[in-house]
């Protein structure tokens, strides 16, 4: 909605709305996840937080009872460079077009529900998976990064077909997350976080759609806390939760859970 002026009660024609009406209109997980990104990343690199009391540590955990580390590992984007304020923007705009154009359907019918349930999945995977990951390469103790290449893979897996760009250069979306991973390694930048994201996002598409076309039943379930909270479909904060449909294990394709999808949306369109 456009801003009025003082004094108006109405708002121009060529009126532009402000930051907050842009942060507002993102989609739910995406606007807390964005949000809550730039709180962390902007008190850490102005030294409002101890950097190394936002990273991963099982024992600082375990010990002395830190238990924020289960989440800010996920919401530190990196120093200030240009490649942080990249990483911002590729958070938002793939967050926002897989949370907005329906990702996989895993009882929710491919709303906000799954995709809340797709994010923690994603995280608890990542962390579980961190130990051996990084006994063998340099894997940094913060998972910003690794979370958006997470959701850039199975964005690309959901919309294969979809006209995507990368500076300029057409492709389809399903050869997005390998053609940055290939211009990071050319330019010399860490890329084993894009690397261990896309891998937890392939077992997270191989979860919720290689297994239910191989065996024909689901082996991904979106718990019901998140469809009582979030509804069926994209979440609307003034409507009140739609309950669960009676029968969740049918759609057209004859098994629960999966629905096959066209084409997505164009990035960075919106």
Not at 25 to 39: D, H, K, R
Request: hydrophobic share 45%.
């Amino acid at each position: 909605m456009p801003f009025a002026n003082p004094g108006e009660n109405r708002g121009g024609v060529g009126d532009t709305p402000g930051p907050d009406a842009w942060f507002k209109s993102l989609p739910i997980v995406t606007q807390y996840w964005f949000g809550a990104t730039m709180v962390i990343t902007l008190s850490t690199n102005f030294g409002i937080i101890n950097p190394y009391q936002i990273m991963w540590s099982w024992t600082g955990i375990t010990q002395s009872f830190e238990f924020w580390r289960f989440l800010t590992p996920f919401l530190f984007a990196g120093g200030f460079s240009f490649n942080t304020l990249i990483a911002c923007y590729m958070l938002v705009q793939f967050s926002k077009q897989y949370e907005s154009g329906g990702p996989f359907n895993t009882g929710a019918g491919g709303g906000t529900a799954d995709y809340a349930f797709c994010m923690l999945l994603g995280v608890g995977l990542m962390l579980v998976s961190y130990p051996v990951v990084s006994g063998w390469f340099a894997l940094p103790p913060v998972f910003c990064q690794n979370l958006i290449y997470y959701v850039l893979y199975i964005w690309s897996k959901r919309n294969p077909t979809a006209q995507a760009n990368i500076w300029g250069f057409p492709m389809q979306g399903i050869y997005l997350p390998f053609a940055y991973l290939l211009m990071t390694v050319f330019m010399g930048n860490p890329y084993m976080p894009m690397l261990h994201g896309m891998v937890i996002g392939h077992i997270y598409y191989f979860m919720v759609d290689v297994i239910p076309a191989v065996y024909g039943k689901d082996f991904i379930q979106t718990p019901r806390f998140l469809i009582d909270y979030f509804g069926v479909g994209h979440y609307q904060p003034e409507a009140a939760p739609v309950a669960r449909p009676a029968n969740n294990n049918n759609n057209a394709a004859g098994r629960g859970g999966h629905v096959w999808g066209g084409g997505g949306q164009r990035l960075g369109t919106n």
